[in-house]
């Protein structure tokens, strides 16, 4: 029941057809019919809807003003008779599908050398289209020249390029190579420096006198000299302000 509430949202009502029309609606279910000829669809309905039976769908009122030329002419009878053998054959065409159209020519009509058309109606014609070729083939070996030309050219080109690439390469690689051992000689050059100066300011040390020896001298100094007062009972009278008397 979900179809019919939402067909009633849009007015529809129980007991309606479905269709553009409420006059040509479809009240019943839908049924399935079996096609049995080669028509497109819709062509059946159109076949009702015919007013007469000159009304063939394709151009109306052709056959009644052919048949009015007719009968000004005289010859009534006869276009009455080619309209006859066109109905017939539109009938039988539109039964099985077939309307055959003869062909003029069943050959090629690409030449896949010139990748041109060809034309048949003339030999003249052929004529000028092999000239034709024959001056685009000379223009085709010309441009072919050139291209190999320019190819050979692009070819060299590259190789100055490599080359040239090869070159810097090699220039740069002896400049690394220079600029290292630059590096070499000064660094050992800073080593020989180094080593010279220690050298040196070992030889200059060694020169200068050593201020521990010397005090520890003049201690030495000091104590004999007090030894010696100690030892000699004289000295020691002096230093006392002692007498003999």
Same mark, same amino acid.
């Given at each position: 029941?979900? @179809?019919? $509430? ?6 529809? +009502?129980p @007991? ?9 609606? %479809? ?13 497109g =669809? ?13 009304? %063939? ?8 003003? $052919? ?6 002419? @005289?010859?009534e ?5 080619? =309209? ?5 054959q ?6 099985w599908?077939?309307?055959?159209? !003869? ?18 109606s003339?030999?003249? +014609?052929?004529?000028?289209? @092999? ?21 050979k050219?692009?070819?060299? $080109?590259?190789?100055d390029k ?28 800073? !080593?020989?420096?180094k ?7 070992s030889?200059s ?7 521990? %020896?010397?005090? =520890? ?16 009972? +004289? ?11």
């Amino acid at each position: 029941r979900f @179809g019919h $509430q939402f067909l009633e949202k849009f007015g529809w +009502k129980p @007991g309606m057809g479905l269709g553009l029309s409420p006059m040509n609606s %479809n009240t019943s279910h839908i049924k399935v019919s079996i096609k049995d000829d080669n028509v497109g =669809l819709g062509a059946k309905l159109k076949r009702k809807d015919k007013k007469d039976e000159f009304d %063939n769908g394709e151009c109306a009122g052709l056959d009644v003003f $052919q048949r009015i030329l007719g009968r000004l002419n @005289g010859k009534e009878s006869k276009i009455s008779e080619e =309209l006859d053998t066109q109905r017939k054959q539109k009938i039988i065409d539109g039964k099985w599908g077939i309307h055959f159209v !003869k062909g003029e020519v069943l050959a090629s009509t690409w030449d896949p050398k010139t990748h041109k058309l060809r034309n048949y109606s003339n030999a003249k +014609k052929r004529k000028r289209e @092999g000239d034709d070729s024959e001056d685009e083939d000379d223009d085709d070996k010309v441009d072919k020249e050139s291209d190999k030309k320019k190819h050979k050219k692009h070819k060299k $080109q590259k190789k100055d390029k490599k080359k040239d690439k090869k070159d810097k390469k090699e220039h740069k690689k002896h400049k690394k190579e220079e600029k290292r051992l630059k590096k070499e000689k000064r660094a050992e050059k800073t !080593k020989e420096t180094k080593k010279t100066s220690k050298l040196k300011s070992s030889e200059s040390a060694s020169n200068i006198p050593d201020a521990v %020896n010397t005090r =520890l001298s003049v201690r030495s100094k000091w104590i004999k000299q007090k030894r010696a007062a100690l030892m000699d009972s +004289k000295a020691l009278n002096e230093i006392f302000m002692i007498t003999n008397d």
